[in-house]
């Protein structure tokens, strides 16, 4: 099994997005979340067996409009990559609204491999 570090991604449809410090910089579309809606702070973590999670931060629930009921699957695509053919690498980031994740595909270990796009 991958090593990783473990943690966690943190997003606050509340709180106001960063300028960006570079001239001519690209916009950054804010995020709609609806006042009263679950999820308005989100926690993002990632699991071993290769799915992205959000849970509000404030009640722990699953944020429905997230994925399939609060969670990606980040294998799909990949076609056949058990463990440990693709494996998550680092915590998510939350840049601005976007949520990165670093992970890795094995190579080498067999001639049909998933792909690592």
Do not use: E, H
């Amino acid at each position: 099994v991958w090593q990783r570090c473990r943690g966690l991604g943190y997003f606050d449809a509340d709180a106001a997005l960063p300028t960006p410090s570079v001239a001519n910089p690209s916009p950054i579309a804010a995020v709609t979340v609806a006042q009263g809606a679950n999820c308005r702070r989100r926690l993002f973590t990632n699991t071993i067996d290769g799915r992205l999670i959000a849970v509000d931060a404030d009640t722990g629930a699953f944020c429905q409009g997230f994925g399939n009921n609060g969670q990606v699957d980040l294998k799909a695509g990949l076609g056949a990559a058990p463990d440990p053919f693709y494996q998550l690498t680092s915590p998510p980031l939350v840049a601005g609204t976007t949520v990165v994740v670093g992970g890795r595909v094995a190579d080498n270990v067999q001639t049909d491999m998933p792909g690592g796009a």
